[in-house]
C-alpha cells in the first residue's frame, strides 16, 4: 500500500531552520506530483508547496515564498521541505501529499498523505 511518511520536525527558535522530509513506498514515486502543507490548531489545512514530477517546476505559498524550499530525489523517494527564517506564525503539523494530477495546490486533489510531523516555533 501507499506510505508517505514525514520527518524532521521539532522545536526551533524564530528565525532558526529546519529540514522535512518525506519518505514515500508504494507507489512510483517519480510519476507523482508532490505536496506540502500544514495545519494550525483551529485552522483549515494551508497549501504550502508542490513540486512536478520531474522537479523542474514548483510553487510556493506566498507566506512561505522565499523562506521555504521543496525539492525531491526521484531515486531515493524522497520529498523534501526547507525552511528558513521560521516565524512564530509557521507553528503547525506539517503534512506531505501526493497527487496524480500534474499540478495542483488543492488538498482535495491530493490523493495520499502523510501522518504529520509537528513544527513549533518558539519566540
Known amino acids: 500500500q501507499v506510505q508517505l511518511v514525514e520527518s524532521g520536525g521539532g522545536l526551533v527558535q524564530a528565525g532558526g531552520s529546519l529540514r522535512l522530509s518525506c519518505a514515500v513506498s508504494g507507489r512510483t514515486f517519480s510519476t507523482q506530483l508532490m505536496g506540502w502543507f500544514r495545519q494550525a490548531p483551529g485552522k483549515e489545512r494551508e497549501f504550502l508547496a508542490t513540486i512536478t514530477r520531474s522537479g523542474g517546476s514548483t510553487a510556493y505559498a506566498d507566506s512561505v515564498k522565499g523562506r521555504f524550499t521543496i525539492s525531491r530525489d526521484n531515486a531515493e523517494n524522497t520529498v523534501y521541505l526547507q525552511m528558513n527564517s521560521l516565524k512564530p506564525e509557521d507553528t503547525a503539523v506539517y503534512y506531505c501529499?501526493?497527487?496524480?494530477?500534474?499540478?495542483?495546490?488543492?488538498?482535495?486533489?491530493?490523493?495520499?498523505w502523510g501522518q504529520g510531523t509537528q513544527v513549533t516555533v518558539s519566540s
Open positions: 501529499a501526493m497527487s496524480s494530477y500534474l499540478y495542483t495546490t488543492s488538498p482535495e486533489r491530493y490523493d495520499y
